[in-house]
């Protein structure tokens, strides 16, 4: 049996005896598969409401054993992950579980990750995507309740990240717009939650819209380049932001030949530029040759979106300042059998 699914967690509970903690203890022997995409936030403007699944996958094999937990991991990332509960995967499936209801006394997880690491292409988030994906699937296999819904799995990946918008994209596939609702404000998804609701839409994006990412070796954190924004802006800036993030979304969906000037941003690109030279050199770059390019997330990776093929020029440009070259399909959601 197979769907696609959207996700989501918060913060873990002390480890009980059995893995994950509820009613129902789930057999040994269920097993359930996960393929789920990169992503990128922001898009230029769209600062924490705006993402897009990128074609690069991490798979996720899990299964349910006699006892502890077991994790086995390949590729980026592989060699300074923990092996044991606090690997993100395994709280997320663990959180997963207990939001279903259920437990298992042991789980064994096999995870072959090509997203690179802080780079700014969604890997937490993908990671929290693939852990509650796989916790759905086991609980459906297992007949204890029917798979999660995507506003479920956008909610507890929310909760992960602390706002939705690369997980949403991860699950949903395509571009997204998120946004966030208090627990007393109704939403249109009927999300019960005590902490703040997450909710995102999918955009179908339009099909002369091409996607190419540049990936340094170069690492970047999160929360460092979250720390170099400001606390306020002008509110030129804060009205200049608002048309372009709207323009973003009309020239996704029905006017890629906007997605230049739709690009544009004046909230998070310019502060966080002096940490990353590179980047903000490589952005400059494209975008004077006509590029639709952007801060991919946090960055250091950068992201162009359009139909304008990219030269063997710019592949040597990139290359020269050290990014790597990664043409990409827009992805659809995340993928689960079981």
């Given at each position: 049996?197979?769907?696609?699914?959207?996700?989501?967690?918060?913060?873990?509970?002390?480890?009980?005896?059995?893995?994950?903690?509820?009613?129902?203890?789930?057999?040994?022997?269920?097993?359930?598969?996960?393929?789920?995409?990169?992503?990128?936030?922001?898009?230029?403007?769209?600062?924490?409401?705006?993402?897009?699944?990128?074609?690069?996958?991490?798979?996720?094999?899990?299964?349910?054993?006699?006892?502890?937990?077991?994790?086995?991991?390949?590729?980026?990332?592989?060699?300074?992950?923990?092996?044991?509960?606090?690997?993100?995967?395994?709280?997320?499936?663990?959180?997963?579980?207990?939001?279903?209801?259920?437990?298992?006394?042991?789980?064994?997880?096999?995870?072959?990750?090509?997203?690179?690491?802080?780079?700014g292409l969604g890997s937490s988030a993908a990671a929290a995507v693939s852990g509650f994906a796989a916790a759905s699937g086991l609980l459906a296999a297992a007949g204890v309740r029917a798979p999660f819904t995507d506003a479920e799995l956008v909610q507890l990946a929310g909760e992960f990240e602390g706002h939705p918008d690369n997980a949403a994209a991860s699950v949903l596939g395509g571009a997204v717009v998120t946004w966030?609702?208090?627990?007393?404000?109704?939403?249109?998804?009927?999300?019960?939650?005590?902490?703040?609701?997450?909710?995102?839409?999918?955009?179908?994006?339009?099909?002369?819209?091409?996607?190419?990412?540049?990936?340094p070796e170069t690492e970047s954190s999160t929360s460092h380049t979250r720390g170099l924004l400001p606390d306020s802006v002008p509110r030129t800036d804060a009205v200049f932001n608002l048309s372009r993030s709207a323009l973003t979304v009309v020239a996704l969906t029905t006017a890629p030949e906007c997605l230049v000037d739709a690009t544009v941003d004046r909230l998070h690109q310019p502060y966080r530029a002096p940490s990353m030279p590179q980047t903000a050199e490589l952005v400059a770059a494209l975008r004077k040759r006509g590029y639709a390019a952007m801060v991919s997330g946090a960055g250091p990776s950068v992201l162009i979106l359009g139909a304008l093929p990219v030269t063997d020029d710019v592949v040597a440009l990139a290359h020269g300042i050290g990014f790597a070259t990664w043409p990409v399909d827009v992805a659809q959601g995340v993928e689960i059998s079981w």
């Open positions: 049996m197979s769907a696609d699914l959207e996700m989501a967690g918060d913060v873990m509970p002390e480890a009980p005896s059995s893995v994950g903690g509820a009613d129902t203890v789930l057999p040994e022997g269920l097993s359930v598969r996960v393929r789920v995409p990169a992503s990128s936030a922001n898009l230029g403007p769209g600062f924490d409401c705006l993402g897009i699944a990128l074609g690069v996958y991490d798979e996720l094999t899990v299964e349910t054993t006699a006892s502890g937990i077991q994790i086995d991991a390949v590729g980026e990332g592989a060699a300074d992950i923990p092996r044991d509960e606090r690997h993100l995967v395994a709280r997320a499936v663990r959180r997963g579980l207990e939001y279903g209801g259920a437990s298992a006394r042991g789980l064994a997880l096999r995870c072959v990750n090509a997203i690179p690491h802080s780079r966030t609702d208090s627990p007393l404000e109704a939403n249109p998804d009927g999300v019960v939650a005590t902490g703040d609701v997450y909710l995102a839409r999918r955009l179908e994006v339009h099909p002369d819209i091409r996607a190419t990412v540049f990936v």
